[in-house]
């Protein structure tokens, strides 16, 4: 299994970025995928999380109405589209899916900076 995340940067509050994972090694259509995010000296949390087809997206409270979790199933990608950026929203950002007995497989992570 291999997550490779892109797409990561420094904007200014307010603004915008998406960010990319692409994935190979495993049954990507079949896979739910998620973002996680760790920020400077703080645990690595869950940010969303997209059904296998893309049918159905949740995201934590704090990024709701902000961020939107998209996937590409004919490319192998997942997407994560970031809006109305705030410094809280720096950290590093990371691509997860889950194998069998829920092994957690990671990418190396993005790094978004929110800034001015």
């Known amino acids: 299994v291999q997550l490779v995340e892109s797409g990561g940067g420094l904007v200014q509050p307010g603004g915008s970025l998406r960010l990319s994972c692409a994935a190979s090694?495993?049954?990507?259509?079949?896979?739910?995928m998620r973002w996680y995010r760790q920020a400077p000296g703080k645990e690595r949390e869950w940010v969303a999380i997209?059904?296998?087809?893309?049918?159905?997206?949740y995201y934590r409270d704090s990024v709701k109405d902000r961020f939107t979790i998209s996937r590409d199933n004919a490319k192998n990608m997942v997407y994560l589209q970031m809006n109305s950026l705030n410094p809280e929203d720096t950290a590093v950002y990371y691509c997860?899916?889950?194998?069998?007995?829920?092994?957690?497989?990671w990418g190396q992570g993005t790094q978004v900076t929110v800034s001015s």
């Open positions: 090694g495993f049954s990507f259509s079949t896979n739910v």
């Open positions: 997209i059904s296998s087809n893309g049918g159905a997206a």
């Open positions: 997860n899916t889950q194998g069998s007995s829920a092994r957690n497989y």
